[in-house]
């Protein structure tokens, strides 16, 4: 993980992560991100839980592109709140976009075409002035859309169940954004739970929703998307969303909070430890509820 | 706690009555999910639910869930696809009803979820989530808020979510649901449709902040019937969403996402 962000992750990027919206936030990448101080980086995604505003409170952070900056569990984030409202720790640009048309900007990019037409907003302050919504006339004389300018994030980072070495990813459950930020961005990091070989991926080609070519690095890190959850390995783990959510409320706190679970621990393993092996096996998914077999024969 | 239910129950009971068989819903999280479960368990069996992040269900998590993508919410599903896939079906006219919230509204149902000065200064709220794509492209919107007289606003500060305005392609607000009635929306304003069991029509008109004709002659919201308080405690056995005062309470977060 160390290697992966500090080799594909810049002062200055534009990263997009969260993509899956509640589940499969890459807590590991982040938390790295924050560990290695980058600086200036935009962060693109729908709604991001409180990955954005550990970014963004950490300091790291001088523009973000969502539909929603907050903590799912307790409502506001308070890093993204300190920045906007106060500029606490630093200033903070704010691109507000629906979950459409954040999906859509990345989906054009992904399309590798300028722009795509929409309905959405029409009415509302969000695509009023927007950098990157602009009404349109529609050439075949429909009613008039809006256009969506593509946005090509430098780095995706995704979380999937597994991968083979080349990057080949599987994933399964809700996908919300992941796809279209991975085929838009310069490059992808893939975070799995396990690593396998490849001849797995290949029984399912359905199931890989990233080819491994457009894969610049994958890293096994089993539980780095904790405390959100992913489908057949981890349960969403509640408490620490709403620990995150009390402590962050002042800047001492969530410095205390920062020690505590980024800065003070070298990396996933070691926040694996910290929660204790109790937490950690309480939130593994054991049971299995697994999809009937496809034939693939030729 | 009026007698038997609590408020948020009676406002998971308006939200699944909202709900017509056969029609397809953008469900929304809390409030509105445990309401579609219950129109699917009484009502409208054959209501089909989508969630934003791309799960489409014909029927319930089997278990407690606090967000969408909680694994329950994933295990049965009829089909996982992407943001994208839901919001297409949504712009394309296929989606009936939505669910949204929001942290102040104004007598045209416009939403703010994003920034507000109401109490003097800045605060930032999260954003629109799904809300304005929810708002702008469903067949109707119902609304759910906390009835404050701060969150009930002549004119919001920031229109996250489209209320009703001169040329639109489509939908808009119907119903808003709140912690102290049941209220029509349309281009013309608010109308009181019950009040809830004790709520008097004062208590409201002090509650909204701009003016709304109330008659002390309104009906009451017809109380929960023994089944749907069953299956709403079934859905809910710790009263997470409708007993428990939490900073995860629903009509807390202010969001749509």
């Known amino acids: 993980m160390r290697e992966a962000i500090a080799e ?29 101080q980058r600086r200036d980086l935009t962060l693109i995604g729908p709604i991001s839980d409180m990955a954005f505003d550990q970014l963004i409170a950490a300091g790291t952070t001088a523009r973000v592109i969502a539909a929603w900056v907050g ?48 309905f959405t ?9 927007h950098p990157r919504i602009r009404p349109i006339e529609d050439p075949f004389g429909g009613p008039a859309p ?43 990091i893939i975070t799995c739970e396990e690593i396998v070989p490849e001849d797995i991926i290949r029984s399912d080609p359905n199931r890989t929703m990233i080819p491994g070519f ?4 994958v890293v096994e ?78 | 706690m009026t007698s038997g239910y609590t408020r948020r129950e009676l406002m998971v009971v308006a939200a699944a009555r909202e709900i017509h068989d056969r029609e397809v819903v953008f469900v929304g999280m809390r409030l509105p999910l445990l309401g579609f479960g219950l129109a699917r368990a009484t009502h409208a069996p054959n209501a089909v639910g989508l969630f934003e992040n791309g799960v489409i269900r014909d029927r319930p998590a089997e278990a407690f869930i606090y967000t969408m993508g909680d694994p329950p919410n994933i295990t049965g599903a009829i089909a996982c696809l992407g943001l994208l896939d839901v919001m297409s079906l949504l712009q394309q006219g296929r989606v009936d009803v939505g669910f949204i919230g929001g942290a102040e509204i104004d007598p045209l149902g416009n939403l703010n979820t994003t920034r507000t000065s109401g109490s003097g200064s800045l605060v930032r709220l ?82 909204t902040g701009f ?28 009263g997470f969403w409708t007993r428990r005062e939490s900073p995860a309470n629903p009509l807390r977060t202010m969001t749509a996402g």
């Open chain 1, 214 to 217: 457009l894969t610049t690095a």
């Open chain 1, 221 to 298: 890190v089993p539980g780095g998307a904790l405390p959100s959850s992913v489908q057949g390995h981890w349960r969403r783990d509640f408490e620490p969303f709403l620990d995150y959510h009390r402590r962050s409320r002042t800047a001492d706190g969530f410095e205390a909070w920062l020690r505590e679970w980024v800065l003070d621990l070298p990396d996933r393993a070691a926040y694996l430890q910290h929660m204790g092996e109790a937490a950690v096996e309480r939130l593994r998914v054991r049971d299995e509820h697994l999809a009937a077999s496809a034939n693939f024969a030729p």
């Open chain 1, 121 to 129: 907003g029409i009415g509302g302050d969000i695509v009023r002035n």
């Open chain 1, 71 to 118: 903590n799912v569990a307790g409502g506001s984030g308070y890093g993204f709140r300190r920045a906007y409202e106060q500029a606490i720790p630093r200033r903070l640009v704010m691109e507000d976009h629906s979950n459409f048309t954040v999906g859509l900007a990345l989906q054009a990019a992904a399309m590798g075409v300028p722009f795509l037409p929409t």
């Open chain 2, 126 to 207: 999260p954003g629109s989530g799904g809300g304005c794509d929810i708002a702008s492209l469903a067949g109707r919107t119902v609304l759910i808020m906390e009835h404050e007289p701060r969150r009930f606003r002549p004119h919001v500060d920031y229109i996250t979510s489209p209320g009703h305005f001169p040329g639109r392609r489509r939908g808009g607000p119907s119903t808003l649901i709140t912690t102290l009635g049941v209220f029509d929306l349309s281009p013309t304003g608010v109308r009181v449709r019950t009040l809830h069991p004790g709520v008097t029509a004062e208590q409201v008109r002090q509650a």
């Open chain 1, 146 to 188: 809006l256009a969506v300018a593509a946005l090509r994030p430098d780095v995706a980072i995704i979380h999937v169940q597994r991968a083979d070495a080349q990057g080949n990813a599987h994933l399964w459950g809700n996908l919300g954004l992941t796809v279209e930020a991975a085929y838009a961005a310069r490059r992808t």
């Open chain 2, 211 to 238: 003016p709304l004709d109330v008659s002390d002659a309104v009906q009451a919201t017809p109380p929960p019937s023994t089944d749907e308080l069953a299956y709403i405690r079934r859905a809910d056995p710790e």
């Open chain 1, 8 to 36: 594909q992750v810049h002062d200055g990027d534009a990263i997009a992560l969260g993509l899956a919206l509640e589940s499969g936030i890459p807590f590991a990448a982040v938390h790295e991100i924050i560990r290695q």
